[in-house]
């Protein structure tokens, strides 16, 4: 079982910057692929970045060239580096991890409780 805590979020003006932690449990770690899904109120969840296990990574349109998504596999970390921030960014953000070895995973079996990000206009 593994196990993702999330951290980071907080209330932020349009143009700032946030920088998302998930502290995730387990020895595999370095084998899963990991992503940051979003969703905000009455809306649907929605992917925003994934890094596979070889460090490829994807982005929602809605966020390319603004959010950058790492790992740090020695210390079990994964981020997301969310900057210009825009108010529809708002929204609980939530940590997933993948045991598929396929890319893109098509489930992530293990997800975070949420950390909310608000950018105000």
């Known amino acids: 079982q593994v196990q993702l805590v999330e951290s980071g979020g907080g209330l932020v003006q349009a143009g700032g910057s946030l920088r998302l932690s998930c502290a995730a449990s387990?020895?595999?770690?370095?084998?899963?692929?990991m992503a940051w899904f979003r969703q905000a109120p009455g809306k649907e969840r929605e992917f925003v970045a994934a890094?596979?296990?070889?460090?490829?990574?994807d982005y929602a349109d809605s966020v390319k060239g603004r959010f950058t998504i790492s790992r740090d596999n020695a210390k079990n970390m994964a981020y997301l580096q969310m900057n210009s921030l825009k108010p529809e960014d708002t929204a609980a953000y939530y940590c997933?991890?993948?045991?598929?070895?396929?890319?893109?995973?098509?489930?992530?079996?293990?997800w975070g409780q949420g950390t909310q990000v608000t950018v105000s206009s």
């Open positions: 890094i596979s296990w070889s460090h490829r990574t």
């Open positions: 997933a991890a993948s045991r598929l070895r396929g890319y893109p995973p098509l489930r992530y079996d293990f």
């Open positions: 387990g020895r595999t770690f370095s084998s899963y692929t």
